[in-house]
C-alpha cells in the first residue's frame, strides 16, 4: 500500500493564518473557514490535511490537532481553506470556542500544511471509488471538487455513511454535481435501517457489493477508521478490489500490523 506517487506533494510551509468564520453545518458539524497571510498562497495536493496549534484548555500550551483539507484549490481564493469539524464532545467544545475567540479577535492560528501522503496521485482515465465515514466526507468533498476541475467526464463514485440521518450534510451540493457531471454518483449510507432513512442503509461494503459487481479496474480512497478501511478493503477483495490500488492516511497511522480497533 505505498504507492510511487504521480504527482509530487508540496514542501511543507507555517502560516500565522487568520479564522474567518466558524458555522454549525449541523448539530454535530462544524465549518471553519481559514485564511493564510497575504501574499501567500498555500499549496497542497487534494486530499491533504493540516496542522492547527491551538490553546485548546486557555493554559498557554499548543496542542497539534489535524484536519482534512476540505476545499479543492480555488484560483478566485487562493488563500482559502476549509475544515470540517465533528463534534465528539467536551474536548470538541473546547476548539470550537479557542477558533471563535480567534474569529472575533483577529488573533493568528499556527497552520501548517500539507500533511499526509494519500492525496490524489492516480490516472483520472480510470474509474474512481471514494469511500468515506462520517467527518472523512471533507477529504472526500476535497478530492471530488478536484478531479472534476481537472477532466469533467471523470468515472467517479461516492460512497458516504453516517450513523444518524441528522449528520449528512451538504447532500444536495452532491447531488447537484451528480446532475452536473453523469458519470459521478453519489451514495449517502445510513448505517442501521431508520424509519426518516430513505435510502440506502448498512456497512458501505455491503451497499457498495450490490451496486457494482466487478471493482478490478477502479482507483480508491478510503476515508475513516482503521476498522473500516481495513474491513471494507478486505470485504471488497471478493469483487476484484486490488489493495496496491487503495489510498487511505490510515496506512501511514495504523499500519495493518498496528491495527486498532476503533
Avoid at 492525496?119 to 465515514?133: K, R
Wanted: glycine share 6%; aromatic share 8%.
Amino acid at each position: 500500500m505505498s504507492h510511487p506517487a504521480t504527482t509530487t506533494a508540496p514542501p511543507q510551509l507555517t502560516h500565522a493564518g487568520q479564522v474567518l468564520s466558524v458555522s454549525n453545518l449541523t448539530s454535530t458539524t462544524f465549518q471553519v473557514e481559514l485564511q493564510t497571510p497575504p501574499g501567500t498562497e498555500p499549496a497542497y495536493q487534494a486530499g491533504q490535511y493540516l496542522q492547527l496549534e491551538l490553546d485548546v484548555n486557555g493554559d498557554g500550551c499548543l496542542q497539534s490537532l489535524f484536519y482534512s483539507i476540505a476545499n479543492g484549490f480555488d484560483p478566485e481564493a487562493p488563500r482559502r481553506l476549509q475544515l470540517l469539524i465533528q463534534h465528539t464532545g467536551e474536548f470538541t467544545d473546547r476548539i470550537i470556542a479557542h477558533l471563535c475567540e480567534l474569529r472575533d479577535t483577529g488573533a493568528p492560528v499556527k497552520i501548517t500544511l500539507p500533511l499526509g501522503q494519500a492525496y490524489l496521485q492516480t490516472d483520472l482515465n480510470l474509474p474512481h471509488l471514494l469511500i468515506a465515514a462520517g467527518s472523512g466526507i471533507a477529504k472526500i468533498k476535497c478530492l471530488t471538487e478536484t478531479i472534476l476541475r481537472r477532466r469533467p467526464d471523470a468515472s467517479v463514485s461516492i460512497y458516504w455513511s453516517n450513523r444518524k440521518p441528522e449528520e449528512f450534510h451538504g447532500v444536495e451540493a452532491f447531488q447537484g454535481l451528480t446532475e452536473k457531471h453523469t458519470n459521478l454518483s453519489f451514495t449517502p449510507i445510513l448505517e442501521s435501517a431508520d424509519a426518516r432513512w430513505p435510502g440506502a442503509s448498512g456497512f458501505i461494503y455491503e451497499v457498495i457489493e450490490k451496486e457494482l459487481e466487478n471493482l478490478a479496474a477502479y482507483q480508491f480512497y478510503l476515508c475513516g477508521s482503521p476498522r473500516m478501511v481495513y474491513g471494507t478493503i478486505d470485504r471488497l477483495k471478493l469483487r476484484g478490489l486490488k489493495e496496491a490500488a487503495c489510498y487511505s492516511d490510515v496506512f501511514e497511522y495504523a499500519p495493518r500490523d498496528e491495527r486498532v480497533a476503533v
